[in-house]
C-alpha cells in the first residue's frame, strides 16, 4: 500500500481537529473582556456550552469522515496499482529510450478537480528525468538544491499537500537522487505536548456524545416551540414551503414507496429488516441490482445516487459511516430515521444550499 494507513492515523488525524476545534471556540470566549451589570461583575461558561455543542457535532462526523479519507486513500492505491506504465517513453534529449523510475497520484486543478498517476523515468545517458501523466501531460522541471552536495538540481513537483508539496530532486554534479517533503507552512509544526490533555476533554465516547448530543437537540427543539417565528416563516416562506413538503414515513409505508420506485430503476426484491432503536432509529436493507451492469463500482456509485435522490426530501437517509455493500449484485445498507424536527429542517437546509435554492424571499 502507498497511500491507505492504518485506521488509528485516521482517527488520530480527526481527533486532532475535533481538538483544533474546540480550542479556537474556548480562546474566542476566554479572550473577551468581562461584562459588568450594574456593579456586579458577570462571569460566564458559555464557551463550555459552545465547546460541547460542537464537540458532540463532530463527533457523529467522526465515522464518516475517516470512511472517507479511508476510502480515498484506498481508491489512489488502487489507481496507482491498476494504471499501466507507458511504454516506449524517450529521453527529450538523445531519444534514447528511458526506464521506469517512480510513479505517484497528482491532482490536478483544471475545470475541475482531477486526480492521475505521474510517473517518472529516467535516461541513464544523459542522467536526465522525464515525467508524464497517465492522460499523457507532461510536466516542467523546477531548480531546487541538492541535499547532498548542495549544487544546483533538476527537481520534480510531484504532490501538493495542505501545507506542504514533495518533490523528487536529481542532482547532475553527484547523481544523487531523493524523495523531499517542503513545509510551506509560516512557521514548522511544534510539538503539542498539551494534545493528549485537550484530547481527553474534546473529544467524547460514543455514550458521552450520543447523550450531548441528544440533549442539544431536545434544547434546540423546546427553543424552536417557544420562541414565536412567525415573523421568520413569512421571512422564509420558501424554506417552509420545502419543509412542509418533506414526506415522513414510518418504515411499512418507507418500504413500500422505495419497492416502487427502485422497481423502476431495476432493483427488485427490496427488504427491509426489523428496526434497531438502541441509539437512534435504523433499518438495515437489501436489493438485488438487475439494471445488467457489469461494474461493482458503477452499480455501488449509481444505486447511491439513485437512493439518495429518492430519501432526499423525506424523513430518512443513509446512516453515517455505513458502507454499501454489494455481492453479487445484492446491494445491501442501513438508513436511518429522523424523527427530530431539527435535525430535519437542518437537513431541508443543507439540500437547498446544495441546489442553490433560496429559503429567504
Not at 499523457?136 to 523546477?142: A, P, Q, R
Not at 524523495?179 to 474534546?202: M, Q, T, V
Not at 461493482?296 to 447511491?304: A, D, L, P, V
Not at 423525506?314 to 442501513?334: C, H, K
Amino acid at each position: 500500500m502507498w497511500y491507505l494507513k492504518e485506521e488509528y492515523y485516521y482517527q488520530d488525524l480527526y481527533d486532532h481537529r475535533v481538538v483544533d476545534a474546540c480550542r479556537k471556540i474556548e480562546k474566542e470566549y476566554r479572550d473577551k473582556p468581562p461584562e459588568y451589570v450594574g456593579k456586579r461583575l458577570v462571569t460566564s461558561n458559555i464557551d463550555q456550552f459552545f465547546i460541547a455543542q460542537e464537540a458532540s457535532i463532530l463527533w457523529r462526523d467522526r465515522e464518516k469522515t475517516i470512511g472517507w479519507w479511508m476510502d480515498s486513500d484506498r481508491r489512489k492505491d488502487e489507481l496507482l496499482k491498476s494504471t499501466l506504465i507507458p511504454k516506449k517513453v524517450c529521453c527529450d534529449k538523445c531519444w534514447k529510450p528511458t526506464r521506469f523510475f517512480a510513479k505517484t497520484i497528482k491532482t490536478l486543478i483544471k475545470e475541475k478537480l482531477e486526480t492521475h498517476v505521474l510517473f517518472v523515468f529516467r535516461c541513464d545517458k544523459c542522467v536526465k528525468y522525464k515525467a508524464i501523466y497517465d492522460n499523457g501531460e507532461s510536466i516542467e522541471y523546477k531548480i531546487q538544491k541538492c541535499p547532498n552536495c548542495k549544487a544546483d538540481s533538476e527537481a520534480l513537483y510531484v504532490e501538493l499537500r495542505e501545507h506542504s508539496f514533495h518533490v523528487f530532486i536529481f542532482c547532475k554534479n553527484c547523481r544523487c537522487h531523493d524523495e523531499e517533503e517542503i513545509d510551506l507552512s509560516s512557521s514548522p509544526k511544534e510539538l503539542d505536548i498539551e494534545f493528549e490533555k485537550d484530547r481527553a476533554r474534546f473529544c467524547y465516547s460514543k455514550e458521552k456524545a450520543e447523550k450531548q448530543f441528544q440533549w442539544f437537540v431536545d434544547l434546540y427543539e423546546d427553543i424552536w416551540r417557544i420562541l414565536d417565528i412567525s415573523e421568520q416563516k413569512k421571512k422564509q416562506k420558501p424554506l417552509y414551503d420545502k419543509f412542509s413538503q418533506v414526506k415522513r414515513m414510518n418504515v411499512g409505508i418507507l418500504q413500500k414507496y422505495l419497492d416502487e420506485e427502485l422497481s423502476k430503476e431495476g432493483y427488485i426484491g427490496l427488504k427491509l429488516e426489523k428496526p434497531d432503536t438502541s441509539t437512534d432509529i435504523r433499518v438495515h436493507f437489501s436489493v438485488m441490482d438487475q439494471t445488467g451492469e457489469k461494474d461493482r463500482y458503477k452499480i455501488t456509485k449509481i444505486f447511491r445516487a439513485k437512493l439518495k435522490l429518492l430519501l432526499e426530501n423525506t424523513n430518512w437517509e443513509m446512516a453515517n459511516g455505513e458502507r454499501l455493500q454489494n455481492r453479487l449484485w445484492i446491494l445491501s445498507g442501513q438508513l436511518r430515521g429522523i424523527d427530530s424536527e431539527y435535525i430535519l429542517m437542518e437537513k431541508t437546509k443543507d439540500i437547498m444550499r446544495k441546489n442553490g435554492e433560496k429559503m429567504e424571499l
